[in-house]
């Protein structure tokens, strides 16, 4: 099964280092899992993790950067979709 890890379930594991990591090891140390990403998937994982607010060490960074480098496969995506944002109606 292929499967793509939320942004907010990544930024959880990485905030908490608990439960949310233990669910991203569980997956990628299942056999019939395999994490998938992108490149702009990979881009939005760490821009959202190095954002300021969260406040988070280098070092840890540069641990989830190694796991997103060592544990996911990365698929070449050719297709770009535009979702457009609902504006709140007034």
């Known amino acids: ?43 939005e994982y760490n821009e959202v993790l190095g954002r300021e607010k969260f406040g988070l060490p280098v070092e840890v960074l540069r641990k989830w950067g190694e796991m997103f480098e060592q544990l996911t496969t990365m698929l070449d995506v050719e297709i770009e979709v535009d979702f457009p944002r609902e504006t709140a109606k007034t």
């Open 1 to 43: 099964m292929k499967v793509i890890i939320d942004t907010n379930v990544v930024v959880s594991a990485a905030l908490k280092d608990r439960m949310p990591e233990e669910v991203i090891l569980f997956v990628v140390g299942q056999e019939d899992f395999e994490w998938i990403d992108s490149s702009a998937i990979v881009e």
